[in-house]
């Protein structure tokens, strides 16, 4: 497993494929770097590939302290330029949405294109807002139970693979609860409408059911978007429907970037 050294803090990635423009996969909140496994591969025939650990995440390191999303952008910034990878298609699921989207308003010259798989909120209602700070709350408290209900309730439909919800929530709930208060504070403390307004890269959106971004806001936040919605899928549509996901990366790619 290669690892980059940014700050101090190791980051772990895996690195294939030949070909440009390269891609780089960031997952979300909890998650590692093996949940954009199906693009990977599907990519990895046609161009180089990385898919990488946030700081916090997966095997890379997990200091304490906070988790803001600029830090993660800024990791990739750093990633792109140690491997020499040129201006990238970025793509991000949820939490790794809104890197993308900071990644692109903040070092343009590093990407290409963006890919905002599903991305956690640009502006959070009041209501969820509120739901999501009494889920840290109990994080910080000790009580896990509510992080566990929030992922296999909120994030998948009634109709989603049993094995698969159980197979996120083992890798999930493994993660630190210290990077997992810490992070989703990153989130809520992300002003992503402002950082949309900064984003003048080509950028696609591909929401999940139901969207945590209606893609008649995505709009109006970032006009340069394209806007695509997988069918059947809750907010992990890159692992429930691959092939919809694909499909969409490939027409933007080609009309687009």
Not at 26 to 52: L, M, N
Not at 117 to 146: H, M, R, T
Not at 160 to 180: C, I
Request: aromatic share 8%; hydrophobic share 45%; with cysteine.
């Amino acid at each position: 497993m290669p690892t980059i050294t940014r700050d101090g803090i190791n980051l772990a990635y895996d690195e294939r494929g030949t070909g440009s423009p390269a891609f780089v996969f960031i997952h979300g909140w909890t998650c590692d770097r093996s949940f954009f496994a199906p693009q990977a591969e599907y990519f990895a025939k046609r161009h180089k590939v990385v898919s990488v650990d946030l700081r916090g995440h997966g095997e890379s390191d997990k200091p304490q302290g906070a988790y803001p999303i600029s830090a993660y952008a800024d990791d990739i910034a750093h990633l792109i330029d140690k491997l020499q990878l040129g201006r990238v298609v970025a793509v991000g699921h949820s939490m790794g949405g809104i890197t993308v989207l900071q990644l692109g308003a903040a070092h343009p010259e590093k990407v290409a294109g963006i890919v905002m798989v599903d991305p956690a909120p640009l502006a959070f209602p009041a209501e969820l807002k509120a739901g999501i700070e009494g889920l840290v709350g109990a994080i910080e408290a000790g009580n896990q139970e509510p992080r566990r209900q929030f992922i296999a309730e909120r994030l998948f439909l009634p109709t989603s693979d049993k094995a698969l919800v159980d197979r996120v929530l083992k890798v999930m709930m493994a993660a630190p609860s210290h990077v997992a208060s810490a992070a989703m504070r990153g989130i809520l403390a992300y002003e992503g409408v402002k950082a949309a307004a900064r984003c003048k890269v080509p950028a696609l959106h591909i929401a999940a059911t139901p969207p945590l971004n209606p893609p008649h806001m995505m709009t109006e936040w970032l006009p340069t978007v394209v806007n695509g919605w997988t069918v059947g899928a809750g907010h992990f549509n890159m692992l429930e429907a691959p092939e919809q996901v694909n499909g969409m990366i490939e027409g933007f790619l080609r009309h687009h970037v």
